[in-house]
């Protein structure tokens, strides 16, 4: 990863029952349907730049993947704009490889080796132009000294927002984001619905009725409102994989590997975010989210209950919208042993054909 920035800078699903959608028979065909091709298929390699963006004199840090430079005259590719969580930068939330990590489900040895872990990878190889960000306060973006709370994040999407469209010339894209980044992708789409296609709400919160995690948290209340940052040390980092009663779901050496990706980064985190979990919820009033949305929970999430997120389900007033359970999974999603999953989920989701309407 220090290297990729030094450089910059020059098949099973648990379904709840309901919205499931033909999307999830056959996203491939869809995609190539909408002009999506195959990376992998053509050989290209991977392209990456980096980008800033400017919020009231705070630099904000873009990174950018897709395959091949992007060349006048290009056909653009369909946007996909990966939002983080409260306790992890963006590179390692979505660009993270494990070197020397034997992997658990390679057939043979010639396949074993390092683990992309790379969500970037995956999604430009499968024909997508993807962006992410450093929120205010994380990685590589400066701080403007506040928390980094849900409303501060919208800030930052709406300063990064444009750098994407000025670069691409498209003026909308899709959402992703798991967590407390599926609560700043939600908000954002409620302030800025023109800009979003399609929205991926994966490890959600709503009202956080009944959540184990956010009792947790809501007895850390005092200790959130007076530091606008938090301790996040290897031990936290490490909680964050056992807290759900779920650490078989992970491979040590990944966790290991995110602990040495973000403390080069320092011991504290904004908690801005964790505070507005413990005390402000809901954030997303979902009536107002007029995207198709996706929503994913893992089987054991302690961060939420399936009837918090049905709740805010029921409410969305677009009918393009599936709800989908992944089995053996806990919290973290995309750090999961099951993460295949999930992104067999997402991609069908962004690929599916537009509903006629009736």
């Given at each position: 990863?220090?290297?990729?920035?030094?450089v910059?800078?020059?098949?099973v699903?648990?379904?709840?029952g309901?919205?499931i959608?033909?999307g999830?028979?056959s996203?491939l065909?869809?995609?190539q349907?909408?002009?999506?091709?195959?990376?992998?298929?053509?050989?290209a390699?991977?392209?990456?730049?980096?980008?800033?963006?400017n919020?009231?004199g705070?630099?904000l840090?873009?990174w950018?993947?897709?395959?091949?430079?992007p060349?006048?005259?290009?056909?653009?590719?369909?946007?996909?704009?990966?939002v983080?969580g409260?306790?992890f930068a963006?590179?390692?939330?979505?660009?993270?490889r494990?070197p020397g990590?034997r992997r658990?489900?390679?057939?043979?040895?010639?396949?074993?080796?390092d683990?992309d872990?790379?969500a970037m990878n995956?999604?430009?190889?499968?024909?997508y132009?993807?962006?992410?960000?450093?929120?205010?306060?994380?990685?590589?973006?400066g701080?403007s000294?506040?928390?980094?709370?849900?409303a501060?994040?919208?800030?930052?999407?709406?300063a990064a927002v444009p750098?994407?469209m000025?670069?691409?010339?498209?003026?909308k894209?899709h959402?992703?984001?798991?967590s407390?980044?599926?609560?700043?992708a939600g908000a954002?789409a409620?302030a800025?619905p023109?800009r979003?296609?399609?929205?991926?709400l994966a490890?959600?919160?709503?009202?956080?009725?009944d959540?184990?995690?956010m009792?947790?948290r809501?007895?850390?209340?005092e200790?959130?409102r007076?530091?606008p940052?938090?301790?996040?040390?290897?031990?936290?980092?490490r909680s964050v994989y056992?807290?759900?009663g779920?650490?078989?779901g992970y491979?040590?050496?990944?966790i290991?590997?995110?602990?040495?990706?973000e403390m080069?980064?320092g011991d504290?985190?904004p908690?801005?975010?964790?505070?507005?979990m413990a005390?402000?919820?809901?954030?997303?009033d979902p009536r107002?989210?007029?995207?198709?949305?996706?929503?994913?929970?893992?089987e054991?999430?302690?961060?939420s209950?399936?009837?918090d997120?049905?709740?805010?389900y029921?409410?969305?007033?677009?009918?393009?919208r599936?709800?989908?359970?992944?089995?053996?999974?806990?919290?973290?999603?995309?750090y999961?042993?099951?993460?295949?999953?999930?992104?067999y989920a997402?991609?069908n989701?962004?690929a599916a054909?537009?509903?006629?309407?009736?």
């Amino acid at each position: 990863m220090d290297n990729e920035h030094d450089v910059a800078r020059r098949t099973v699903l648990m379904s709840a029952g309901i919205g499931i959608g033909a999307g999830l028979v056959s996203g491939l065909a869809s995609a190539q349907a909408q002009g999506v091709t195959s990376a992998a298929a053509a050989g290209a390699e991977i392209w990456s730049s980096e980008y800033w963006a400017n919020k009231g004199g705070v630099k904000l840090n873009l990174w950018r993947k897709r395959v091949g430079a992007p060349k006048a005259g290009d056909k653009p590719l369909p946007i996909l704009f990966l939002v983080h969580g409260s306790s992890f930068a963006t590179r390692t939330s979505y660009d993270l490889r494990v070197p020397g990590l034997r992997r658990a489900e390679a057939a043979s040895a010639a396949q074993a080796g390092d683990v992309d872990y790379s969500a970037m990878n995956l999604f430009a190889r499968a024909g997508y132009d993807v962006w992410t960000m450093d929120h205010d306060g994380y990685g590589y973006s400066g701080s403007s000294g506040n928390n980094s709370d849900i409303a501060s994040g919208v800030e930052d999407l709406k300063a990064a927002v444009p750098v994407v469209m000025k670069e691409t010339g498209q003026t909308k894209m899709h959402m992703y984001g798991p967590s407390s980044g599926s609560i700043r992708a939600g908000a954002y789409a409620m302030a800025e619905p023109e800009r979003v296609d399609r929205l991926v709400l994966a490890a959600f919160t709503y009202k956080g009725k009944d959540s184990v995690e956010m009792d947790r948290r809501r007895k850390r209340i005092e200790e959130l409102r007076a530091n606008p940052r938090r301790k996040r040390d290897a031990a936290m980092i490490r909680s964050v994989y056992t807290r759900d009663g779920h650490a078989q779901g992970y491979d040590p050496a990944l966790i290991e590997a995110i602990v040495a990706a973000e403390m080069k980064h320092g011991d504290t985190i904004p908690s801005g975010t964790y505070l507005d979990m413990a005390v402000n919820l809901p954030l997303v009033d979902p009536r107002k989210v007029k995207s198709p949305v996706l929503m994913l929970r893992g089987e054991h999430d302690g961060n939420s209950t399936n009837d918090d997120l049905l709740d805010f389900y029921r409410q969305l007033p677009n009918g393009d919208r599936q709800f989908v359970i992944l089995p053996d999974t806990a919290h973290s999603l995309g750090y999961s042993k099951n993460r295949h999953l999930l992104w067999y989920a997402v991609k069908n989701f962004l690929a599916a054909p537009t509903p006629v309407a009736a």
